[in-house]
């Protein structure tokens, strides 16, 4: 049981260049969440699927798009890489929404 | 909106050192309350959690937070921390009538214990 897998580790972009964040969980939770951590910021919640098939905004989701792809997957890309965009970003999944969030073990992004 | 409060920023003690991180929320309904904590290079853990019920709640590893209501608060307490406790602590609060149950966190205490 690996809970919320995410890839890659680490990754180094040019201004400009597209990338997809990968995430999947195998707990069979219906909710899922992608956010960014910042020092000083906190986590900010980017973009999050309540159930499988919907998707909506949360605080900063500005250069960011995703795609629940099923129950298990939830991913994150970047269209057009910016130096904001520099960042950990932490993947989550809870069974329903208002239950724990269990992270991932991050993706730090640099883009030059 | 909805905010969290961590007042501390950085907090440093020496082992065996009692502990008392601040965390408010301004939501007034329903809520639950959360506190994780992310040890050097490492994802979020779960420290504990309250839904309802005694609004004194025990976590792993010592910790234990107290809700009180009346002062939107839920702060986390440890009598006597340990160096292996050194790690970046954060109170967390999803509301009842929010976006889908998001979390919404505050930006997080470091807390570094000296051996």
């Known amino acids: 049981n690996a809970g919320v897998t995410q890839t890659p580790k680490f990754q180094v972009l040019k201004t400009g260049q597209s990338m997809t964040l990968q995430c999947a969980q195998d707990?069979?939770?219906?909710?899922m969440y992608w956010y960014r951590q910042d020092p000083g910021m906190g986590l900010r919640l980017i973009y999050y699927?309540?159930?499988?098939?919907?998707?909506d905004k949360g605080e900063v989701p500005n250069g960011y798009n995703v795609s629940r792809l099923n129950k298990r997957e939830f991913s994150l890309r970047l269209e057009s890489a910016a130096p904001s965009q520099t960042s950990v970003y932490f993947c989550?999944?809870?069974?329903?929404?208002?239950?724990?969030?269990?992270f991932g073990p991050g993706t730090r992004l640099t883009v030059l | 909106a909805q905010s969290v409060s961590q007042h501390n920023h950085h907090v440093i003690l020496s082992e065996a050192a009692s502990l008392e991180l601040g965390c408010n929320y301004s939501?007034?309904?329903?809520?639950?309350l959360f506190w994780y904590v992310q040890y050097p290079g490492q994802h979020l853990q779960l420290l504990l959690k309250?839904?309802?019920?005694?609004?004194l709640v025990k976590g792993i590893k010592g910790f234990e937070a107290e809700f009180i209501k009346s002062k939107f608060s839920f702060n986390l307490r440890k009598p006597s921390v340990q160096w292996s406790d050194t790690a970046e602590y954060f109170c967390?609060?999803?509301?009842?009538?929010?976006?889908?149950?998001?979390?919404?966190f505050g930006k997080g205490t470091k807390l570094s214990v000296k051996p």
């Open positions: 967390a609060v999803n509301q009842y009538g929010g976006s889908q149950g998001n979390l919404i």
């Open positions: 707990m069979n939770h219906n909710s």
């Open positions: 699927s309540a159930s499988e098939g919907t998707t």
């Open positions: 989550a999944s809870s069974a329903q929404a208002y239950n724990e969030q269990f």
């Open positions: 939501y007034g309904g329903t809520v639950n």
């Open positions: 309250y839904f309802s019920g005694d609004p």
